[in-house]
């Protein structure tokens, strides 16, 4: 069975700083692409930052582009998503996702993942 468990969300204050953590069991981590995604409420999934299986390729949503990053063990199973400069409009409940390699490109869209996590939530205030 595929777990993915989200952790290391929290309350933190604006410019604070969190680090998530993704473990997955129940599948060959190495072959898969990772994804972190949020939403808050009212509002559709968003992408946030994806990594390549092997760590190599990774893409961001311009929202977060030089604030998060995401970072991956395959010895561990475990997926990251740094985040620093937090800001209110990021509050949501972050996801992790895992997409099966069928090639080299990390997709973006929610329903191209095979397994998600339950998700934790990150609120930020101001």
């Known amino acids: 069975q595929v777990q993915l468990v989200e952790s290391g969300g929290g309350l933190v204050q604006a410019g604070g700083s969190l680090r998530l953590s993704c473990a997955a069991s129940?599948?060959?981590?190495?072959?898969?692409?990772m994804g972190w995604f949020r939403q808050a409420p009212g509002k559709e999934r968003e992408f946030v930052a994806g990594?390549?299986?092997?760590?190599?390729?990774?893409y961001y949503a311009d929202s977060v582009k030089g604030r998060f990053a995401i970072s991956r063990d395959n010895v561990k199973n475990t997926a990251y998503l740094q985040m620093i400069s937090l800001k209110p409009e990021d509050t949501a409940v972050y996801y992790c996702?895992?997409?099966?390699?069928?090639?080299?490109?990390?997709?973006?869209?929610?329903?191209?993942?095979?397994?998600w996590g339950q998700g934790t939530q990150v609120t930020v205030s101001s």
């Open positions: 990594i390549s299986s092997g760590g190599g390729r990774i």
């Open positions: 996702a895992a997409d099966r390699v069928v090639n080299n490109v990390v997709v973006t869209l929610p329903n191209q993942y095979d397994y």
């Open positions: 129940g599948l060959t981590f190495s072959r898969y692409h």
